[in-house]
Protein backbone atom coordinates (compact mmCIF):
# COMPACT_ATOMS: atom_id res chain seq x y z
CA UNK A 1 0.00 0.00 0.00
CA UNK A 2 1.17 3.37 -0.87
CA UNK A 3 0.93 5.50 2.03
CA UNK A 4 -0.24 9.51 1.28
CA UNK A 5 2.15 12.03 1.78
CA UNK A 6 1.40 15.24 2.86
CA UNK A 7 3.73 17.73 0.96
CA UNK A 8 4.88 21.46 2.64
CA UNK A 9 7.13 24.14 2.21
CA UNK A 10 8.88 26.15 4.31
CA UNK A 11 11.11 29.13 4.52
CA UNK A 12 13.60 30.63 6.44
CA UNK A 13 14.93 34.22 5.59
CA UNK A 14 18.56 35.40 6.42
CA UNK A 15 19.23 39.10 6.77
CA UNK A 16 22.29 41.23 6.23
CA UNK A 17 23.54 40.19 9.57
CA UNK A 18 23.19 36.78 9.24
CA UNK A 19 20.36 36.21 11.44
CA UNK A 20 17.29 33.85 10.72
CA UNK A 21 13.83 34.73 10.88
CA UNK A 22 11.44 32.19 13.53
CA UNK A 23 8.03 32.70 13.98
CA UNK A 24 6.57 31.84 17.63
CA UNK A 25 3.41 29.71 16.78
CA UNK A 26 0.27 30.55 18.77
CA UNK A 27 -3.38 29.28 18.71
CA UNK A 28 -2.90 26.30 16.25
CA UNK A 29 -2.48 23.15 18.28
CA UNK A 30 0.63 22.18 17.11
CA UNK A 31 3.78 23.08 19.20
CA UNK A 32 1.78 26.28 20.18
CA UNK A 33 4.78 28.68 21.82
CA UNK A 34 7.55 26.87 19.97
CA UNK A 35 9.32 28.84 16.90
CA UNK A 36 9.43 27.43 13.32
CA UNK A 37 9.56 29.24 9.79
CA UNK A 38 7.05 30.67 7.62
CA UNK A 39 5.63 27.31 5.99
CA UNK A 40 1.97 25.59 4.69
CA UNK A 41 0.72 22.83 3.20
CA UNK A 42 0.48 22.06 -0.74
CA UNK A 43 -2.85 22.44 -1.93
CA UNK A 44 -4.19 19.88 -4.40
CA UNK A 45 -3.51 20.74 -8.10
CA UNK A 46 -0.57 23.67 -7.14
CA UNK A 47 2.52 23.09 -7.71
CA UNK A 48 5.38 23.58 -4.42
CA UNK A 49 6.51 26.77 -5.95
CA UNK A 50 2.89 28.31 -5.85
CA UNK A 51 2.17 26.97 -2.78
CA UNK A 52 5.39 28.75 -1.29
CA UNK A 53 4.92 32.27 -3.08
CA UNK A 54 0.95 32.15 -2.22
CA UNK A 55 1.61 31.21 1.62
CA UNK A 56 4.32 33.91 2.33
CA UNK A 57 2.14 36.13 1.55
CA UNK A 58 -0.48 35.12 3.34
CA UNK A 59 1.84 34.74 6.62
CA UNK A 60 4.62 36.93 6.16
CA UNK A 61 3.50 39.45 3.36
CA UNK A 62 6.75 39.31 1.21
CA UNK A 63 7.12 37.68 -2.40
CA UNK A 64 10.11 35.66 -2.82
CA UNK A 65 12.38 36.45 -5.80
CA UNK A 66 10.80 34.25 -8.61
CA UNK A 67 14.35 32.36 -9.52
CA UNK A 68 14.87 31.91 -5.43
CA UNK A 69 11.45 29.07 -5.64
CA UNK A 70 12.87 27.07 -8.23
CA UNK A 71 15.03 25.04 -6.24
CA UNK A 72 14.89 24.20 -2.33
CA UNK A 73 17.64 24.56 -0.40
CA UNK A 74 16.78 20.99 1.43
CA UNK A 75 13.99 18.24 1.29
CA UNK A 76 12.64 16.16 4.15
CA UNK A 77 11.21 13.03 4.09
CA UNK A 78 9.72 13.38 7.52
CA UNK A 79 7.65 10.61 9.49
CA UNK A 80 4.70 11.51 11.72
CA UNK A 81 2.38 9.60 13.83
CA UNK A 82 -0.49 9.05 11.39
CA UNK A 83 0.65 10.41 8.38
CA UNK A 84 4.40 11.05 6.04
CA UNK A 85 5.58 14.47 4.60
CA UNK A 86 7.82 15.27 2.17
CA UNK A 87 9.12 18.93 3.07
CA UNK A 88 10.82 21.25 1.00
CA UNK A 89 12.70 23.95 2.69
CA UNK A 90 13.97 27.10 0.83
CA UNK A 91 16.39 29.65 1.48
CA UNK A 92 15.69 33.44 1.10
CA UNK A 93 18.50 36.37 1.71
CA UNK A 94 16.46 38.63 -0.13
CA UNK A 95 12.68 38.88 -0.97
CA UNK A 96 10.02 41.96 -2.27
CA UNK A 97 8.15 43.69 0.58
CA UNK A 98 8.53 43.80 4.23
CA UNK A 99 7.99 40.97 6.86
CA UNK A 100 5.45 41.50 8.89
CA UNK A 101 2.71 39.13 10.66
CA UNK A 102 0.11 39.05 8.67
CA UNK A 103 -1.76 36.02 10.64
CA UNK A 104 -1.93 36.84 14.66
CA UNK A 105 -4.21 34.79 15.34
CA UNK A 106 -1.91 32.09 14.27
CA UNK A 107 1.78 33.67 14.88
CA UNK A 108 2.32 35.51 18.37
CA UNK A 109 5.24 37.17 16.11
CA UNK A 110 8.60 37.33 14.36
CA UNK A 111 11.95 37.23 15.97
CA UNK A 112 15.30 37.67 14.60
CA UNK A 113 18.00 35.28 15.97
CA UNK A 114 21.55 34.63 15.00
CA UNK A 115 22.28 31.11 14.66
CA UNK A 116 24.68 30.07 17.44
CA UNK A 117 21.52 31.82 19.55
CA UNK A 118 18.66 30.07 17.99
CA UNK A 119 15.57 29.44 20.83
CA UNK A 120 15.66 26.38 22.87
CA UNK A 121 11.87 26.03 22.20
CA UNK A 122 12.42 25.53 18.41
CA UNK A 123 10.58 23.09 16.27
CA UNK A 124 12.60 19.99 16.34
CA UNK A 125 12.02 18.78 12.91
CA UNK A 126 12.94 22.73 11.76
CA UNK A 127 16.03 22.92 13.87
CA UNK A 128 17.29 20.16 11.87
CA UNK A 129 16.22 20.96 8.67
CA UNK A 130 18.07 24.28 9.51
CA UNK A 131 21.22 22.40 10.48
CA UNK A 132 21.27 20.40 7.56
CA UNK A 133 21.19 23.24 5.19
CA UNK A 134 23.98 25.00 7.24
CA UNK A 135 25.97 22.15 6.85
CA UNK A 136 25.44 22.23 3.26
CA UNK A 137 23.37 18.66 3.29
CA UNK A 138 20.35 18.83 0.65
CA UNK A 139 18.23 15.82 1.76
CA UNK A 140 17.84 14.28 4.66
CA UNK A 141 14.94 12.05 6.77
CA UNK A 142 13.46 12.82 10.41
CA UNK A 143 11.35 10.93 12.90
CA UNK A 144 9.26 13.75 14.74
CA UNK A 145 8.61 12.35 18.05
CA UNK A 146 4.95 12.49 18.93
CA UNK A 147 4.18 16.48 20.23
CA UNK A 148 1.31 18.34 20.18
Known amino acids: MRPPHVVAVHAFFVNQNGQVLLIERANTGYM ?6 PAGHVEEGEFASQSLVRELLEEVGVRPLRNDVLEPAHVMHRLKTGD ?3 DYFYLFSSWEGELSNMEPEKCAGLTWFLPDELPEKMIPYIRHAWEKIQAGESFSEFSEPDVK
Open 84 to 86: ERI
Open 32 to 37: DGWFGV
